[in-house]
């Protein structure tokens, strides 16, 4: 059946239903326009939007850890996330650093902080150096 033929029909069968007055004339009728009329598709979902990664990296003053962790000052909390990590490679690996390790290990992590960690651990009045 060509779409030019197809459409013709489609309007005789819709001028027929307006015109029948009797329902089962009317249900025979919409059931032959249901089959010649498209399919309704089901409508797209959106995809899920990913976690895009942001550009600056978090803040470890802004983290809650619900430990006496979080009443500490901003340089402190940062000192305490460095002593954290070391112990954690310690660990780890199975061992103690030597001092030239354990600078090398702080000066890596300290590189690795936000701008505003940085400035925190900076600004901290410490009497020990790393």
């Known amino acids: 059946m060509s ?35 498209p399919k309704p598709r089901q409508a797209r979902r959106p995809r899920k939007q990913e976690a895009t990664p942001s550009n600056t990296k978090p803040s470890i003053i802004d983290r809650v850890t619900g430990s006496a962790v979080d009443e500490l000052s901003d340089g402190a909390k940062v000192q305490q996330w460095l002593v954290e990590q070391v112990e954690k490679m310690q660990r780890e690996q199975h061992r103690k650093f030597t001092t030239e390790e354990l600078k090398a290990m702080l000066e890596k992590l300290v590189e690795g902080l936000s701008a505003r960690d940085r400035a925190a651990l900076g600004s901290r009045n410490t009497a020990t150096t790393f």
Do not use: F, G, S, W
Not at 13 to 36: H, I, N
């Open 3 to 37: 779409k030019q033929h197809r459409t013709e029909v489609i309007k005789v069968l819709r001028q027929q239903m307006e015109a029948a007055t009797d329902p089962k004339d009317k249900v025979e009728l919409a059931k032959q326009l249901a089959r010649l009329l």
